[in-house]
Nanobody
Framework: QVQLVESGGGLVQPGGSLRLSCAVS????????MGWFRQAPGKERQFVAA??????FYGDSAKGRFTIARDNAKNTMFLQMNRLEPEDTAVYYC????????????????WGQGTQVTVSS
């Protein structure tokens, strides 16, 4: 059974940075495309970034500020978030997919429990 566990969330001031991690167990990370999504209260789950092999893809909100990476040897994925804004406040989820289209939440089979990111002064 595939399990994903996020970590690294927290409270940060506007303009600050956070690095999220997603540890994968039960299956080799390289078997999947991996993605990050986020969900703010009262809003739909939003695509943030994904990575297939070594190719990253970013949602509009992440371009130029966030960087996705994976370490297959450690079975871990990362999301480096810089220049954070209050609008980035949400629960961030990592997910694993076998689908071709990886910017859609419905195409992901496995999900972590989420980690809260709060950007506030």
């Amino acid at each position: 059974q595939v399990q994903l566990v996020e970590s690294g969330g927290g409270l940060v001031q506007p303009g600050g940075s956070l690095r999220l991690s997603c540890a994968v167990s039960g299956r080799t990370l390289s078997s999947y495309a991996m993605g990050w999504f986020r969900q703010a209260p009262g809003k739909e789950r939003q695509f943030v970034a994904a990575i297939r092999d070594d190719s990253p893809f970013y949602g509009d909100s992440a371009k130029g500020r966030f960087t996705i990476a994976r370490d297959n040897a450690k079975n871990t994925m990362f999301l480096q978030m810089n220049r954070l804004e209050p609008e980035d406040t949400a629960v961030y989820y990592c997910a694993a997919s076998n689908a071709d289209i990886i910017n859609i939440a419905a195409n992901y089979e496995y999900w972590g429990q989420g980690t809260q990111v709060t950007v506030s002064s």
